[in-house]
């Protein structure tokens, strides 16, 4: 039975141990999250990474994990002032033996002890910093079972389980930064032969990467593992294959759009920087340094991520970025629930970003308070992206002004990295008709005028009692919808229908909708 193998079944042992104590519960996700989370701090105390680290992660989950995504979790997780906490299907445990006198959390605080010692030992060692780390988190489950009044017993003494150091299992730093430029040169190139993961060999440590067509590097697949079901992605917008698009017409697009004077000015303003630069460039003379990631600021509705797709094609062919798609996302698809999950899970979605954008919508929530680790883990995984792929990767994040500004404050390395900010005003009730006209120009509609009065009216007194929850195109784009949806009412009640009626949203389907929305 090799290592990963045995790891696995301890691992199995400890998901049967939990499901069969708290029946009809679905506790596996959380088991594997607690796990992971406590592995990675273990690991990450020996400021080195092991192959084995992302081999073993990958059998027991399923699901395979990338070299960069396990060295960033243990980034995070090193930091000692994060603590783990105790996870909830412990705290469940607890209650029930305390409940029914039953010993069930105590089961599974030694299956824990076993499998966190076997991750621990997973590349031929048993560290001081890993026992030490692990030392802490068992004492911190057994403090919780006894403070719950359970009879617990003592922290385990590991002192005769360690080991030196296998330092031919770990890669080094050179190691670690030859692969990540293996990665760059070979990305969307044949695949390599695997080799085997690291263990206690006197072979020289080598690191074999696979990539895909798509870009998506894999870690050694010498072990066998079966991928789990992809989780839902960010959106993702991906620069259509249009021989047809040049600078010229984006730039025309985003003059088309209605209203954002100032927003078009600034894009206008920092593509002919770039445009500048790249001359000087040219011709060996200095070149300013530039700083493509950007500040969105303002209330929903007004355009943000409809002109951060344009900026995305535009720095794409202006030669900023290799790919120019658009990954969008908000805290929901950054933050996990355990320590060190946030990186992983922020890490997938860099990647899918890689080579374009990634469009963070409400980017402030990651600074919810200084007891929001997570949120913090999330910015710190970004801003590293940021600082290694200067070169593939642009950020823009957006939300309200205020909120977005002390968001930008709340961090140096936020504060350093982020210097440009674009303001998008309010639509104004004369740019909402404008709106809500394309609108039925693009769905083959047509306004009548008294309709269109009534608009205008109901649009300049929205705006003029606006506040941080006015929906400008949005509010657009609702009452719309529920006109169409009042005419159609209103025609499927008649005998015939021209095809001007059709078309047509009259006064009558403006008022009703006016007074639905």
């Known amino acids: 039975m090799d290592k990963y193998t045995e790891l696995k079944r301890e691992y199995d042992e400890l998901q049967q141990m939990v499901s069969k104590a708290l029946p009809g519960e679905d506790v596996r996700e959380a088991v594997e999250a607690w796990y992971i989370a406590a592995a990675l701090k273990v690991w990450g105390s020996n400021l080195l990474y092991s192959p084995d680290y992302a081999a073993a992660l990958s059998v027991l989950s399923g699901t395979t994990y990338t070299i960069e995504q396990v060295v960033t979790a243990m980034g995070c997780c090193g930091d000692p002032e994060r603590q783990l906490k105790v996870p909830d299907f412990f705290v469940k445990l607890v209650e029930r033996d305390k409940k029914n006198g039953s010993a069930d959390a105590m089961d599974v605080l030694e299956q824990l002890n076993i499998l966190l010692v076997g991750s621990a030992m997973i590349n031929g060692d048993f560290t001081v910093e890993e026992a030490g780390v692990l030392s802490g988190i068992m004492e911190s489950l057994i403090r919780y079972a006894s403070a719950a009044g359970l009879r617990a017993p003592a922290t385990p003494d590991y002192k005769n389980r360690i080991t030196a150091k296998n330092t031919e299992s770990y890669l080094q730093n050179d190691a670690l930064a030859a692969a990540a430029r293996n990665a760059k040169i070979q990305a969307g190139a044949k695949e390599t032969e695997p080799s085997k993961p690291a263990g206690n060999s006197s072979e020289p440590i080598t690191v074999t990467l696979r990539f895909s067509v798509d870009n998506d590097n894999e870690t050694d697949k010498a072990v066998n593992t079966q991928a789990a079901p992809p989780e839902e992605a960010p959106t993702v917008n991906a620069p259509p294959a249009n021989d047809n698009e040049t600078m010229e017409s984006l730039l025309a697009e985003l003059d088309g759009l209605v209203g954002l004077e100032s927003v078009k000015q600034d894009v206008h303003s920092l593509m002919n920087f770039i445009k500048v630069a790249k001359i000087r460039e040219q011709r060996g003379m200095k070149v300013p340094t530039i700083s493509y990631h950007l500040v969105f ?201 021209s095809d001007a009626d059709l078309e047509s949203i009259t006064a009558a389907d403006v008022t009703a909708a006016i007074g639905g929305a």
Do not use: W
């Open 297 to 497: 600021t303002g209330n929903p509705g007004t355009g943000k991520t409809t002109v951060a797709r344009l900026v995305a094609k535009l720095y794409y062919h202006m030669g900023i970025l290799p790919q120019g798609q658009l990954v969008e996302t908000d805290r929901s698809a950054l933050v996990a629930g355990y320590l060190g999950q946030t990186a992983i899970k922020t890490q997938k979605v860099i990647q899918q970003a890689m080579g374009g954008v990634l469009f963070i919508d409400e980017a402030y929530s990651l600074a919810g308070g200084t007891d929001d680790s997570y949120g913090k883990e999330a910015i710190e995984t970004i801003l590293k992206a940021m600082e290694d792929h200067r070169d593939e990767l642009v950020v823009i994040v957006a939300g309200y002004t205020d909120l977005m500004h002390k968001f930008i404050d709340s961090n140096p390395g936020l504060s350093s990295r982020f210097s440009k900010y674009f303001e998008f005003p309010d639509y104004c009730g004369e740019e909402l008709i404008a709106i809500f006209e394309r609108f039925c120009t693009t769905n083959g509609y047509t306004l009548a005028p008294d309709a269109a009065a009534l608009l205008r009216e109901k649009f300049d007194a929205l705006y003029e009692a606006r506040n941080e929850k006015f929906g400008n195109a949005r509010t657009a784009r609702n009452i719309f919808e529920k006109a169409i949806n009042v005419q159609a009412d209103r025609l499927a009640r008649q005998a015939d229908i």
